[in-house]
């Protein structure tokens, strides 16, 4: 893309932070400064922390308390609790944080997923890419909020300032031979694989220790996942807010042979308003079986909040 087609107004195909053209649309945007400097930690880094202010810490504690009874003895996590909760809703959905967003990529943000978390999740190193990726790449980011003070021995997150510039590994790349990986595929040879091209990258790895009320703002392709906890029992409350970016196409990486074009594609809803956005390629909506229709739909239905 050229630099005047890029700056004619027609939506960027490269999140504008990631984009060779990012000077020419900063010096024409005029930004505050908040936004110039969230912008520039993106481009710099693929991280950002941003305090989400007063309202949005009273938020938090709301949070807590309207997710705290799904975390019955073994759940870790509670997927979509967006549907249950309007604290959670209304972080996911912070007009702040759209703002930002919408100025760093150049298209309109929309959440759809979120994740609640009452201890360090400890996960392996990974690039959300492979969890859920866009078309155009890279149109996907996470939000992750500190609902309480992250405590040193609590699980903090971890990640690799930088390594979003990294090629983003795909099953394949990561060297499964199968047309359609699935999750043990992950586990087995992704997981092992991305950690040792992040060893080999030389990165420094970094933790986040974050004060409630402040949001980690993590590029689609930035390397991150969660240190183990030391201190047994402690808490580290948070809550993770995956958002994508209107007109992309929506799949999911993990289960897709990305090289062959099998994608296995979404069709996430938004938030703010509970309704899908329809995956687009090109400007064009896609066709989308009837299967995976159905199968969002049913999720939908149902309505609860998933506790794993
Ligand atoms: O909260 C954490 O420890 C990690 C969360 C994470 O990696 C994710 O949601 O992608």
Redesign the pocket.
């Given at each position: 893309m050229s630099v005047l087609t890029a700056l004619r107004g027609s939506k960027p195909t490269v999140p504008w932070f990631e984009s060779e053209h990012l000077d020419a649309y900063l010096e024409r945007s005029a930004f505050d400064a908040t936004t110039v400097r969230f912008i520039g930690d993106m481009a710099r880094d693929g991280v950002a922390v941003v305090d989400l202010g007063e309202k949005a810490r009273a938020l938090c504690d709301q949070a807590v308390a309207e997710t705290e009874p799904y975390f019955t003895p073994g759940i870790t996590r509670v997927q979509d609790a967006w549907r249950r909760s309007s604290a959670v809703r209304h972080l996911a959905s912070w007009p702040p944080m759209r703002r930002l967003l919408r100025a760093a990529y150049g298209r309109d943000p929309f959440p759809f997923q979120t994740?609640n978390?009452r201890q360090?999740?400890?996960?392996s190193i990974?690039s959300?890419a492979i969890?859920f990726h866009a078309d155009p790449e890279r149109f996907m980011c996470?939000v992750?909020i500190a609902l309480e003070d992250v405590q040193p021995g609590a699980?903090?997150?971890i990640y690799h300032p930088g390594s979003h510039k990294l090629p983003v590994m795909t099953m394949r790349a990561a060297g499964v031979n199968s047309p359609t990986p699935n999750y043990s595929d992950y586990e087995a040879t992704y997981v092992p694989r991305y950690a040792e091209a992040i060893a080999e990258s030389g990165l420094p790895r970094t933790r986040a220790l974050l004060k409630k009320g402040q949001a980690f703002v993590w590029a689609a392709n930035l390397a991150?996942?969660?240190?183990p906890i030391d201190d047994p029992g402690s808490t580290?409350r948070?809550l993770?807010v995956?958002n994508y970016f209107a007109g992309c196409l929506y799949y999911t990486p993990m289960y897709s042979d990305v090289e062959a074009g099998r994608l296995l594609l979404r069709l996430p809803p938004d938030v703010r308003t509970g309704f899908w956005r329809w995956p687009r390629r090109k400007g064009c909506p896609v066709r989308l079986s009837p299967k995976l229709i159905a199968g969002f739909l049913h999720h939908a239905r149902l309505g609860e909040p998933i506790a794993m």
């Open positions: 994740l978390f360090g999740s400890q996960q990974h959300d969890h996470g992750w699980g903090p997150l991150h996942g969660g240190s580290r948070s993770v995956h």
